[in-house]
């Protein structure tokens, strides 16, 4: 398989559980196919074991995890935030700075799943029932309007200033348009 084979096809596997998703849960199937591929380098790059989303463990909702060294984009207080709740792993910063946010290297901990399906209910449930993003998924079930829903989430689910920019680069692309389309075609046959 060739690499763009290969990674066509991962998209397709992904399209292939993101409509259903979206048909029972109402989650935007090409925000998820999205954050998906942002997150995993279009799915060639897990975190840990099958998290395809960066989703960070939650002891309440995940058993198993990994911890992997992440790049985020901090304030000063968020920084030292951090060092205190994690004083053996403090932060390091990296000496890129946009604004008032520092670009810092931290150790922390993701949800590991057992498939690439897991990993996308975990991601269509914390979308639409988890606490940071009740506001955004409120608006959207008013509106239905799937570009603010992405701007929303982008701002409290990622630290990157260009994430909700890119995510919604992404949304938009042909090739996720043509995977929707035939993924959805074979749900509905």
């Known amino acids: 398989m060739t690499p763009d084979t290969a990674r066509d096809q991962r998209l397709h596997d992904v399209a292939c559980i993101a409509v259903p998703l ?3 849960s109402g989650c935007p199937a090409r925000m998820l196919i999205a954050q998906w591929a942002l997150e995993s ?40 935030a951090w060092n205190v709740q994690h004083p053996a792993s403090p932060a390091r910063k990296t000496g890129k700075v946009v604004g008032d946010t520092f ?7 993701f949800a590991d ?19 940071p993003y009740q506001a955004a998924w409120r608006a959207y079930q008013q509106t239905r309007d799937a570009d603010a829903l992405m701007a929303a ?12 920019l890119l995510l919604g680069e992404i949304a938009g692309q042909a090739n996720v348009t043509l995977a929707l389309s035939r993924a959805q ?5």
């Open 41 to 80: 380098e279009w799915g060639a790059q897990p975190v840990g074991h099958a998290n395809y989303f960066g989703i960070k463990y939650d002891p309440k909702r995940h058993n198993r995890f990994t911890v992997k060294t992440t790049e985020e984009w901090l304030t000063e207080s968020q920084i030292a």
């Open 103 to 109: 670009n810092v290297l931290l150790d922390d901990r």
């Open 22 to 24: 979206e048909a029972s």
């Open 153 to 164: 989430v982008a701002k409290v689910y990622a630290t990157a200033p260009s994430y909700a």
């Open 185 to 189: 075609a074979a749900w509905n046959s």
């Open 113 to 131: 799943y057992a498939t690439l399906a897991d990993a996308c209910v975990d991601y269509t449930w914390l979308i639409t029932h988890g606490a």
